[in-house]
C-alpha cells in the first residue's frame, strides 16, 4: 500500500457554536505497507534505491495529521 489518507468533516451545525464555518479532521500515510517474495528470499524491498556504497537504504515511512478550519 503506497499511500491512504482518512478524513472526517464535522457538520456545520456542530461547529455554530464555537463560530466556525468548516472544520476537517484528517490522517495520512506513505509508504505504508510492502509485500513480497524478494524481502524473504534476498532481505530487499523492490522500491529501495541503492546508494554509491551499494547498501540499500529503506524507504522512509511517513505519517501526517492535520486540521482545516474555515473561519
Do not use: C, H, Q
Not at 8 to 36: C, D, F, H, Q
Not at 51 to 58: A, I, K
Request: aromatic share 12%; no cysteine.
Amino acid at each position: 500500500m503506497k499511500s491512504a489518507e482518512i478524513s472526517y468533516t464535522i457538520s456545520a451545525e456542530a461547529l455554530k457554536r464555537i463560530r466556525i464555518k468548516e472544520m476537517r479532521v484528517y490522517a495520512n500515510g506513505y509508504n505504508l505497507l510492502t509485500w513480497t517474495r524478494l524481502d524473504k528470499l534476498y532481505d530487499l524491498d523492490p522500491e529501495v534505491v541503492e546508494s554509491v556504497t551499494d547498501l540499500p537504504y529503506p524507504p522512509s515511512r511517513t505519517f501526517n495529521f492535520g486540521l482545516n478550519i474555515t473561519f
